[in-house]
Nanobody, 118 residues
Framework: QVQLVESGGGLAQPGGSLRLSCLTS????????MGWYRQGPRKTREFVAT????????NYADSVKGRFTISRDNVRNTMYLQMNSLKPEDTAVYYC???????????WGQGTQVTVSS
């Protein structure tokens, strides 16, 4: 049974940093491109970043490029999102999943809330 458990969110000031973690189980983590997604207040879920199976390549939404860094540890079956220079518009619930495609998605986890406010 696939499980995705996001953690590391919280309250940060503008310009601050947070590091999110996604602990996975129930599938062969190293065999999947993975991604971070977020859903802000009154918004639909949107793409944040994706990373290839080996971590050798990543893609980012224009809104986070240069500020966020996605990474993964295939031994610990865990993915990370380092978020720097946070902005109020980064406020959202952050979710991890496989890279979304026509093959669908794993069941979504509970997400982790990130709030950026002074």
């Amino acid at each position: 049974q696939v499980q995705l458990v996001e953690s590391g969110g919280g309250l940060a000031q503008p310009g601050g940093s947070l590091r999110l973690s996604c602990l996975t189980s129930g599938f062969t983590f190293s065999g999947y491109d993975m991604g971070w997604y977020r859903q802000g207040p009154r918004k639909t879920r949107e793409f944040v970043a994706t990373i290839t199976t080996t971590g050798g390549s990543a893609n980012y939404a224009d809104s986070v490029k240069g500020r966020f860094t996605i990474s993964r540890d295939n031994v610990r079956n865990t993915m990370y999102l380092q978020m720097n220079s946070l902005k109020p518009e980064d406020t959202a619930v952050y979710y991890c999943n496989r890279r979304l495609s026509n093959n669908g998605a794993f069941p979504w986890g509970q997400g982790t809330q990130v709030t950026v406010s002074s």
